[in-house]
């Protein structure tokens, strides 16, 4: 095939997948994982949840499976299935099974424990939960079965109600919100307690003001709020300006959760946000007393792991700021813009470099002849030689190889040599001074000087 008709097709599946990948809901769909990673995604988790619900019933005779519910909720490691009482087999009921998430801070004993203690959390907006068990790896929970789904609407009196008994939850969406007759009951509270993650946690850990429980769940009933009022999630988070709403009390709460100013200045607090105009004039009225008690011991093990929780989300906020820094940077390195400023740059510092060279030398150049000319003599020493001869020729050479010095004067008593000979001339004379130290050894040489020495003569044949 051709190879530009690949490249081609290559590149339009890539746009394909980003695309894909952008979308929230499609990015996390089973089928998408598994095409991306086959070999990741390849277990057949249905299988593996109603295994781990077979051993949790083997000591539970009275509960019975009936079916796995497919298509419910999002989470792909999170399995629903329909059950019944044997005793009761009119009555229906859903059991959700989950395995533990990275959020999971609780000891295996506090952690059964909370678990076991959900059935006996009571509010008029929480929907209740029937039976609860956990292991160390794994947990259930059985609800009633309400066939009339759920309903994205308001329930920030059960978040203040959570938040008041230091319960952490972070997992508000609309799929997590039940209609029973004529309320709207919260459910998956113990996803908190599994370490599971958030629904919308690639959306907060954009923003790291948003680095508190409470203000997760701020965020996430703006988001919930948006679906309410426009019937879609909203194409991207920050929102720069909110579409025409029903009430502007709507827009205001939008503003206060999903604009660019909240994500950057931070999430009001949920008793803020029910003082505004859109939640200050309704009021709720129920029989049901709220219930929910939680023994000192547990509520300081909750404290432990919601700092831990929030801990990790601080970390991994800071993570991807750092990366996005480096992105940016490399972006603008690697930009034509940047680039043609660098080569402007480098072929401005390269001429002023030549420019310094050049006004050196000539400064040097210029200092040797006026030496030359005030007539200045600087006579050099050499070791091989106590009076070397007067080397005022010498400084009027330049800095390229000189010539040979001229032949030296006779010889005649010479002033001691200046210590103040300039460190220049040194330099630029180092070669005619050792030719001129040469030359006065060579004319000063005493042959009385040298010591008489014996010499036996072996040249001669000797005949045996």
Known sequence: MDREFIA????????YLNVITTNHILSNCELVKKFLDPNGYSSNYTE??????????????????????????WRIRKKYFLMKIKNQPKERLVLNWADL??????????????????????HPYIYRVTFATANESSALLIRMFNEKGTLKDLIYKVLKFLHDKGFPYGHLHASNVMLDGD????????????????????????????????????????????????????????????????SMAVVAVLESTLSCEACKNGMPTVSRLLQMPLFSDVLLT??????????????????????????RLIEEQKQIHQHRRLTRAQSHHGSEEERKKRKILARKKSKRSAIEY???????????????????????????????????GLSTLPPSPPPPPPPPPPAAPLPPASTEAPTQLLSQAVNGVSRGALLSSIQNFQKGTLRKAETCDHSAPKIG
């Open 101 to 122: 998430g990275p959020d999971k801070y609780l000891s295996d004993k506090d952690f059964q424990c909370l678990i076991k203690l959900l059935p006996s959390c009571l």
């Open 48 to 73: 593996i949840a109603l295994q781990h619900v077979s051993m949790f019933f083997r000591s539970e005779p009275k509960w019975e499976v009936v079916e796995p519910l497919k298509d419910i909720g």
């Open 183 to 246: 309320t709207c009951r919260l459910l998956d509270l113990e996803n908190s307690l599994l370490g599971l993650p958030s629904f919308y946690r690639s959306y907060f850990t954009q923003f790291r003001k948003i680095n508190t429980l409470e203000s997760v769940d701020v965020h996430c009933f703006g988001h919930l709020l948006y679906e309410m009022t426009y019937g879609r999630p909203p194409d991207s988070v920050p929102v720069d300006t909110f579409p025409p709403a029903p």
């Open 286 to 311: 129920t029989s049901e007393k709220p219930q929910f008690k939680i023994p000192t011991k547990l509520k300081e093990a909750l404290r432990t792991a919601k700092e831990c929780i929030e801990k």
């Open 358 to 392: 050049n006004e050196e030398y000539s400064a040097k150049y210029s200092n040797s002849n006026n030496s030359a000319g005030s007539g200045a003599s600087s006579p050099l020493t050499s070791p091989s030689s106590p009076t070397p001869p007067s080397t005022t």
């Open 8 to 15: 081609e097709r290559q590149k339009g599946l890539q746009n």
